[in-house]
């Protein structure tokens, strides 16, 4: 059974951290790419960042350039997403996608249906 499993989401206030984890069992994870993604209230689902299959390539949002950073344990079949200098317009419910077809974090990496599975989703709230 496939599963993706998003943690680490919290209240946090404006310029503070948070760090998500994203579990994955059901596939091969180390043979996936994942994407991370997010969607505010009213507003459509969008790309954060992606991570190659080996870690190798990383690709990122204007909107979160600089102040995030993702990676992954192919042992630990997670993958993680550092949130540094949150902004209120960060507030979101955040979801990690794995991508199972190359290329990976491509120039399309940002297309949600390029992803195969998704987890839940983990809410962050960034405000004072």
């Known amino acids: 059974q496939v599963q993706l499993v998003e943690s680490g989401g919290d209240l946090v206030q404006p310029g503070g951290s948070l760090r998500l984890s994203c579990v994955v069992s059901?596939?091969?994870?180390?043979?996936?790419?994942i994407g991370w993604f997010r969607q505010a209230p009213g507003k459509e689902r969008e790309g954060a960042s992606c991570?190659?299959?080996?870690?190798?390539?990383?690709k990122y949002a204007d909107s979160v350039k600089g102040r995030f950073t993702i990676s992954r344990d192919n042992v630990k079949n997670t993958a993680y997403l550092e949130m540094n200098s949150l902004k209120p317009e960060d507030t979101a419910v955040y979801y990690c996608?794995?991508?199972?077809?190359?290329?990976?974090?491509?120039?399309?990496?940002?297309?949600?249906?390029?992803?195969?599975?998704w987890g839940r989703g983990t809410p962050v709230t960034v405000s004072p």
């Open positions: 059901g596939f091969r994870f180390g043979y996936s790419a």
């Open positions: 991570i190659s299959t080996s870690g190798g390539l990383t």
């Open positions: 996608a794995a991508d199972l077809r190359p290329p990976f974090c491509g120039e399309g990496w940002h297309n949600s249906t390029y992803y195969n599975y």
